[in-house]
């Protein structure tokens, strides 16, 4: 013999001889991997690194079409391919042909400098990703679970509890 609703209705004043919490798990949703990547970053510094990668595009084009003397000056005389070697440099990879020139030296360090420090920045929030609880949930009371229409799994005995609880349709 269960205590069931019904039968509590009618031993009011007596002591309760035997009680079981309801336990409710909800499915939990995670993020997807498209999700996960862009979660180191806000969305305004995302904004600010693709800007900065179209200029340099942009700088790159206007030195290499419109302004061919100073090629050399700016990109290098033996760099074949600048924009693979901007994308190679962004990414940390190895580059075949450096520039001779200084001031085209300094503008490879500078931004290599500049993209060692925003992998290192993405790696940290990554890691800090890692360690965090990435599981989205939005359940926080019953009643969310009627608005979200959840499918409400319980033993035969419990059933009267949860038609109490407005949970009669599930």
Not at 107 to 118: E, G
Request: hydrophobic share 50%.
């Amino acid at each position: 013999y269960y205590a069931t609703y019904p039968n509590c209705k009618y031993m009011a004043c007596s002591q309760p001889y035997f009680a079981v919490a309801i336990t409710i798990i909800v499915p939990q949703r995670t993020l997807t991997s498209f999700q996960k990547f862009f979660v180191p970053f806000k969305l305004g510094l995302w904004i600010a690194l693709a800007l900065l990668l179209f200029i340099a595009i942009l700088v790159i084009a206007i030195v290499e079409y419109k302004i061919k003397f100073a090629r050399n000056f700016v990109i290098g005389g033996n760099v074949r391919n600048p924009y693979l070697q901007m994308i190679t440099a962004f990414f940390g990879n190895s580059s075949g042909h450096l520039p001779r020139r200084n001031f085209a030296r300094f503008l490879l360090m500078t931004f290599i400098l500049f993209a060692l420090i925003i992998r290192t920045v993405y790696i940290a929030g990554l890691f800090k990703f890692l360690q965090a609880d990435t599981k989205v949930t939005s359940i926080k009371s019953v009643n969310d679970l009627v608005e979200n229409e959840y499918k409400i799994y319980a033993l035969s005995h419990f059933v009267s509890y949860l038609e109490n609880m407005g949970l009669k349709s599930r």
